[in-house]
Structures are given as C-alpha cells and as structure tokens.
C-alpha cells in the first residue's frame, strides 16, 4: 500500500486510456503525457499501460507501507525520500515507511507541468471497462471514481530488491519541437477550417498561443487573435477526440483534452496530432504554444518517432538489466 | 444529377469524421447505424462511434494510403442498406417544473406557451435514441416538437444534476450524471441511465425508444 499524505488536489489515477467505450459516451482519460507514463513502467518493467498517479499540483506526497521500487517522470519536480534528493527519471526504491515528496517543478531545463509516480507492478486499482483511468465525469475507474485525497491507500504489490541503478533521457529532450523559439505541436486542419477568414487561417499558424488559467484536463483555453467564420455555423453533435481545437462564438479556441466529453457541436478549426499530445499535455498554465501545420504522413511519422523512442528506452533497459543480472 | 456527397475530415490522426448530407433524419440514421456497423469490422478501426447523422470511425492504426481508405469509405456508403434497429421503449417519468426544472419559465417566455402545453408536447412523442454520447450513458434524442424549441443559454449552466430533462435548441435530452450544461432543464426524473456495475452499464441503446411520463407538474 502507499498512502497520500499530503495530495494539494487533482491527482488522479491513470493508465494510457479506455478505449472503446464510446459508444457507451465514455471518454478516454488516461495521463495527459502518455510517453513519461509509458516511460515510467518501462523502467519498472511494468506492462506500458500499468496504472500510475499524475501529479499536476505541488507539493505532493506519499508514504509507502510497502517496500516498493518507484520512478518519476514527466515534469522535473525536485523529489526526495525522507530528505534525500531523487533523481528524476531514475529508478528508485523505497522500504516500507519511507515518505516520499515532489515539489513544484524546475523549468532550467525541459518545460513541462505533470510528474507521473509509477510503481513496480502498477497502482493496482480494478480494471474498469478495460482501464484504470480515473473517469471523473462518471466518477468510476481510477481510485473510487475520484481525485486522491489526504489519506488514500492505493494498493500496490511489494517488490523485490533492486539491483539495478539506471535512468532515462526524457523526450522533451530527446524530441525537441520549437517553433520561432516556442514550444509547438504540429496540427492537421479539421473539418471547418476551409470556413474559416484568411486572417484566422493565418493567425491559427502564426499567433504563440497563451494557456488560460482555465485550462485543466478537460480542455486548454486559449488566449490569443480571434478566429472568425466566414459565416455562422451550425453543427450537428459528433464524435471528437482529445487534441480538437474548438472554435466557440467568442472566437478564443478551446483544445479538447483527456477527460473532454467524446462528442460536441462546436466549429473545428484543427486537430493536435496524438504524437504530439504528450507535449501539450505538460505545457504549463500561463505557458504559450505555436501550431505548426502537418500533412498526414508528416503526422504518421511523428507517431513513429514516439513509438521509436519507447522501443530504443525499452531496449536500454533490457540491455542494464542483462548486465545487472551478469555481474 | 449526383447526390451530394458525404463529406469527410480528420480529427488528427486519431479518427476520421464521415457526415452524412442532407437534413437530419431517422432513414440517414438507419444507414450511419449500418455503415457503423460494416465499417467496425475493417482492421485498423478501433472504434466507429455514431452521431446525429455522422460517423466518427476511431482508429487502432491509421492508414497510411488514407485516400483508398477514404475511397471504399464513399463506395460502401453509395451500397449500403439501411439497418433499422428495433430497440426497446423505455418509459422515463418526470416531474416537470419546480426545483426539479430551474429554467421552465425561460421555455414559456420564449415558446409564449402555458406550462401545461410545454408537458403536453414534451411527453407527446416516443423519442428515437440516435446515438450515445456527451458523457456516460447520455442520449442524443431525435423527434422533438419544433413548437417548444428554446435557444441555449447565453452562460452555461456550471453543474446540472444527473436526471436533469432539458430543451437545448430543437433537441431534448436527461443528463446522466452531474456536470456543467448550456441546455434549459425543464423537469427531473430519477431514471439511472448509467452504471458501471451492470453487464450493459448504458440503460439506451441506439435503435431504442424513449417516452417521458409526467409524473408530477409543479406550478
């Protein structure tokens, strides 16, 4: 078991999402950085889809009641297990009774908002229509349907000695994307974009566009030019998924996140691709984004190059853990 | 003379959005719940999750030749036979007004209707289930009588409760759990519409039916 003991709010729970519930109008949730979570349990040698906590507030902490190996990835939040420093993206072990605590993050060098705590084994919460992410909207998965609070115990699996020592780079570094100096997520246009004036159309690609204080795992507002149609447009409800870029009357763009509802009727003027969602996903409130225009393959390879840099970090691993094993 | 045709877009590469042309209607309907169902058995397709006359088809793995996709996509619509799903009809009671239905006197003032012709034509007609949606268990409604058709609020509503019966333009709808809503709720009713614990945990199925019951009027 570890406990929270100090949870300030909106922690949650999440593996890489529930897919295939849709028809049943349940959203995907799942860490809004899928690639530190993933990353996480590689390290572990956990399952990529094991459950860990995402930590979007600071300080944070929790007390393990279990000896168990632990990483944390994602955002660069100074950690310590009772005083002592942690490296980040390192594989750790903590004995029973040693508290853990995460800081609010260091931007000197990657920019990123989220830290994921993955243990050993996974946060052993039950699988709920095939996934352990929290679903806040319809309060079930994830733990009890809700963020941690002070006092939780989540279940977790002891583990055995560590005898390896190892870390990785994380991508922010090793997959760079920066446009005129700001951070950027490349972007297919969507469905009314051809609707939209030539001076939104420039704007969408030219503006840095600023992350509003509400901006959450629901969606990103964004501040910025406003988008204007051409003319009024009406939509019937459909499906969207995490990345759409909302277009409401006022004009200032709305990016649909992990636990946005699955379908809507708002104007679409674009789509982050789901390579590029893990950037977006630690880009801190306040914090500006660009949008670079991408062609399909353009986008198809991005995917590649994420699911390139989990299997080299997989291989990296099995290759210390074959050394550790031989020495 | 052509058809006009279907139009299609990208959501990223997550999905693609198929939407139908033309008015919204129940027949369309019947040939989206038929394309869903073919286009569900494709490989790469995670996903086809209908809408009010669309598809969204979600995909495992995206093609990389997307225009032959696109393509048999458009040549499997032109053949397709309606599938008319015959569901269930599920009676829903309600009690209209009151605490239950905040926004009822924005419904009167913009129809110039009393109370009693607003339940009338709200529970006259059997509603089709076109598709689930929104948030768990949520149901997009066909059917409602233009007569009571009210705009969406200028500022959403934060948090409407679960059961909430609302008129959001010329749609009607219940909420099937807490959340914010830019619809006007008219009534409430203590149907659960979702439950993780059940087999089926959504109570509506697309191809089911709805009928709102009046249970109680409150003035």
Redesign the interface.
């Known amino acids: 078991m570890i406990e929270v003991v100090n949870a300030a709010s909106l922690a949650t729970v999440q593996d890489l999402g529930r897919y295939g519930a849709l028809n049943l109008g349940v959203g995907v949730s799942g860490a809004m950085d899928p690639m530190s979570l993933a990353a996480g349990n590689i390290l572990l040698g956990n399952e990529e889809n094991a459950a860990g906590i995402e930590i979007p507030v600071f300080p944070f902490s929790v007390k393990f009641r279990t000896a168990v190996n632990f990483t944390i990835t994602g955002a660069d939040a100074p950690a310590n297990l009772d005083g002592f420093a942690l490296l980040p993206w390192w594989l750790h072990r903590a004995e029973a009774g040693q508290t853990l605590t995460l800081t609010l993050p260091q931007s000197r060098r990657w920019r990123a908002s989220r830290a994921y705590l993955c243990v050993q084994g996974g946060i052993d919460v039950p699988m709920v229509l095939g996934s352990r992410s929290t679903q806040l909207r319809g309060a079930f998965g994830g733990f009890e349907g809700r963020p941690l609070r002070t006092g939780d115990c989540l279940p977790v699996k002891p583990s055995l000695a560590l005898n390896a020592a190892f870390g990785l780079v994380p991508p922010a570094l090793a997959l760079p994307l920066i446009c005129d100096g700001v951070p950027a997520v490349r972007v297919l246009p969507a469905a009314e974009y051809q609707d939209y004036t030539s001076e939104a159309q420039n704007a969408l690609w030219t503006c840095a566009w600023k992350i509003t204080p509400q901006s959450d795992r629901y969606g990103y507002r964004l501040a910025g030019d406003p988008l204007q149609p051409t003319h009024p447009l009406e939509l019937r409800s459909h499906g969207i998924v995490p990345g759409v870029i909302q277009v409401p009357h006022g004009g200032q763009p709305i990016i649909q996140m992990r636990d946005a509802q699955p379908s809507g009727g708002y104007p679409k003027i674009g789509t982050v691709i789901e390579a590029d969602l893990w950037r977006l996903g630690q880009a801190p409130i306040g914090s500006s984004v660009r949008f670079v225009r991408c062609t399909w393959d353009e986008a198809l390879d991005a995917a590649a190059d994420n699911t390139q840099w989990l299997y080299h970090a997989r291989r990296l691993v099995a290759l210390q853990t074959m050394r550790e094993r031989a020495a | 003379m052509s058809e006009p045709r279907p139009?299609l877009?990208?959501?990223?590469?997550?999905?693609l959005?198929f939407?139908a042309p033309g008015e919204?209607d129940h027949e369309t309907q019947a040939m989206i719940w038929a394309l869903s169902k073919e286009v569900q058995s494709w490989d790469g397709v995670?996903?086809a999750?209908?809408?009010?006359?669309?598809?969204?088809i979600?995909f495992?793995v995206?093609p990389?030749a997307?225009e032959r996709w696109e393509a048999r996509l458009q040549d499997t619509w032109r053949t397709i036979k309606p599938l008319p799903l015959q569901g269930r009809l599920i009676e829903i009671p309600v009690i209209y007004g009151g605490e239950g239905g905040p926004h009822i006197d924005d419904v009167i003032a913009h129809t110039g209707l009393s109370i009693d012709e607003i339940v009338t034509i709200h529970s006259a007609p059997i509603y089709p289930v076109y598709?689930?949606?929104?948030?768990?268990?949520?149901c997009?409604l066909g059917g409602m009588d233009a007569r009571i058709a009210t705009p969406r609020r200028k500022v959403p509503v934060l948090k409407i409760p679960g059961g909430a019966v609302s008129i959001g333009g010329n749609q009607t709808g219940v909420s099937?759990?807490d959340?914010p809503s830019g619809w006007n709720t008219i009534g409430t009713t203590k149907m659960e519409f979702?439950n993780?614990e059940r087999d089926s945990?959504?109570l509506l199925a697309p191809g089911d039916s709805v009928k709102f019951v009046v249970q109680e009027v409150r003035r």
């Open positions: 139009r877009s990208l959501l990223g590469t997550s999905a959005l939407e919204t995670r996903e999750v209908p809408g009010m006359n669309n598809l969204m979600n495992s995206p990389r997307l598709a689930l949606g929104s948030h768990p268990g949520y997009y099937a759990s959340g979702f993780v945990p959504a």
